[in-house]
């Protein structure tokens, strides 16, 4: 056809009246790589309709069935995994090996959460009337957890696939249907996964896949007065929606700026390994990456050094070659990125290695002595740039940390235990990680933002509560 990518809705493939495209650019060449329809609002009404119809009959459909058809995506997923990598590869610059890793990732979550869902959906609460003060044994109290109804997924470009189906199979396995709007910027392998969930047979207009520029089509979504959810998961966009949106659950997956505290009794190679693979995977673009190091000053030289000698072996290159440190998703971010850095080397950080950039290729940098009047310190670069703090207490780190506008997660790394488990309830934060770097998986473990980070908790089996209601049914005894 016109090398434009169809959207989906009603179980079919479908090219959008607007007679618009967007373009998805290739992070690494700069240039166009893929097109996808730009879909207007009546097709999102159309959608929506069908969304809702759909619904009703799914809510009716076994949780065993449910249960099965995720199973069969799943394999699929699995199955797709080099198509759906290669999508990633060439719209996110997602190196080959973790853009397999994601598709197969994707598919275990789709397991675990269908049989997770048969589980807890599977049971109510029984509850008698008697154990309140005043009352006789003559009312009996059903409850069971039913589905919202239409769910509407929005997620990231940094895990376009699996920050979709941690939102779809959930909304699934608890009988709601899905309309997922997809980021641009991995569109396609969001195409090539919903095309799995078509193979699996869902029933038509249950899952639909709207594409589109969020600045364009997102609004009318996430107003749309057919939506009973939003699962939202990307940065602080997800603010102005939770304003918009109506009087409906929001589950917001948002920013960090993940903090690692380095203590002086800690095992320094392990954390100089853990400092590296958290803050430079993946080109620092994962919300859960190791954002600002806060090291205490007596072990401050040590573990520069060692951080920096890792630094010097990561590869940097393409995607395409497995390199550890790829180009970042749009020339946008690699300038917002730049932007940190030129107010760094202002304001007196210490470069350890020189600062290079080619296109959207920027090199690792990690810059110390830092202080809190850099915006380094603060903000969120989602890319390859890592501050380092020296403190010189623990309260200190805990300072930095908890002044923060995010929380998403944080780690500690220390030989004393009783400390960590301290330092962990004083963070505010959703999650601590003790003696390893922050990280989002396993995906059945909760994971929350607190602040800015976000509201609601993820985590598949907080997803699928997350996505249900309670129904209570009084049987009134003669
Ligand atoms: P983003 O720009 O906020 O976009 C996220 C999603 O929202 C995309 O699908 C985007 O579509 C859509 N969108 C944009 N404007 C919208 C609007 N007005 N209404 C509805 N949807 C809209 O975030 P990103 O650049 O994809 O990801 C980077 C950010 O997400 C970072 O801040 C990172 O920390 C955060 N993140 C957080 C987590 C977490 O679990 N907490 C995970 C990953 C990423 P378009 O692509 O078409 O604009
Ligand atoms: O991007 C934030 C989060 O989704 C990253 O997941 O597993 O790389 O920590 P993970």
């Known amino acids: 056809g016109d090398g434009v990518f169809k959207y989906y809705s009603s179980g079919e ?9 967007v373009p ?39 949780l065993w ?46 397991s675990y959460c269908a049989e997770e869902g048969v589980r807890i959906l599977g049971e109510g609460k029984f509850l008698v009337s008697d154990s309140f003060p005043g ?3 003559t009312k009996y109290c059903l409850t069971a957890k039913v589905p919202l109804g239409v769910i ?17 199979a959930p909304a699934l396995i608890a009988g709601n249907s899905i309309v997922l709007k997809p980021p641009t910027q991995g569109a396609v392998a969001a195409l090539h996964m919903v095309h799995c969930f078509h193979l699996a047979g ?89 954002k600002v190091v806060l090291v205490m000053e007596s072990v401050a030289n040590a573990l520069v050094d060692k951080v920096k000698a890792k630094v010097a072996k990561l590869t940097v290159g393409l995607p395409e070659d497995d390199s550890d440190i790829t180009p970042v998703v749009t020339e946008s971010s690699a300038n917002f990125i730049e932007g940190l850095v030129v107010d760094a080397k202002q304001k007196g950080a210490t470069f350890c290695q020189e600062y290079r ?50 929380g998403l997660q944080g780690c500690v790394f220390t030989r004393d235990i ?14 601590v990680q003790i003696n390893s770097a922050p990280a989002r998986g396993p995906d059945h473990f909760p994971f929350q933002g607190l602040k800015d980070s976000g509201i609601g908790s993820q985590g598949i089996t907080n997803s699928i509560n997350m996505m249900t209601k309670i129904k209570t049914t009084v049987i009134n005894l003669p």
């Open 202 to 290: 869902f029933p038509k207009g249950l899952i639909s896949c709207v594409t589109g520029r969020g600045s364009e089509i997102g609004d009318f979504l996430t107003m749309h007065p057919m939506v009973n959810c939003i699962s939202f998961t990307g940065g602080d966009t997800g603010i102005a929606i939770s304003k918009k949106a109506g009087m409906i659950p929001l589950q917001m997956e948002l920013g960090g700026k993940d903090a690692c505290i380095i203590l002086d009794d800690a095992d320094l190679d392990l954390a100089a390994a853990n400092i590296v693979k958290g803050g430079f995977s993946y080109s620092g673009q994962r919300c859960t990456a190791v």
């Open 135 to 137: 009352n006789e044994r």
């Open 65 to 110: 069935k449910r249960a099965e058809l995720l199973h069969k995506v799943a394999a699929l997923l699995k199955e797709h995994k080099v198509p759906i990598a290669e999508c990633l590869v060439k719209e996110i610059a997602k190196p080959s090996k973790d853009a397999a890793t994601e598709a197969v990732r994707s598919g275990d979550l789709v």
């Open 152 to 168: 509407l997924a929005i997620p990231p470009f940094n895990y376009p696939v699996n920050l979709a189906v941690s939102k779809i």
């Open 357 to 406: 950039r080619e296109g959207n290729l920027i090199w690792p940098l990690l810059l110390d002595n830092v202080r809190s009047d850099m915006r380094i310190a603060w903000e969120e670069p989602f890319g390859p740039v890592l501050p380092v703090i020296r403190i010189t207490s623990v309260e200190e780190g805990i300072h930095h940390c908890n002044a923060s506008n995010f």
């Open 13 to 21: 493939w479908k090219k959008s009246s607007s007679g618009k495209s």
């Open 418 to 431: 009783s400390k960590a488990i301290l330092i962990s309830d004083a963070m505010e934060t959703g999650t």
């Open 24 to 62: 998805i650019i290739n992070p690494t060449t700069r240039q166009p790589h893929f097109k996808v329809q730009a879909c207007t609002q009546e097709e999102v009404n159309k959608l929506m309709e069908e969304a809702k119809t759909a619904q009703k009959s799914w809510a009716k459909t076994p």
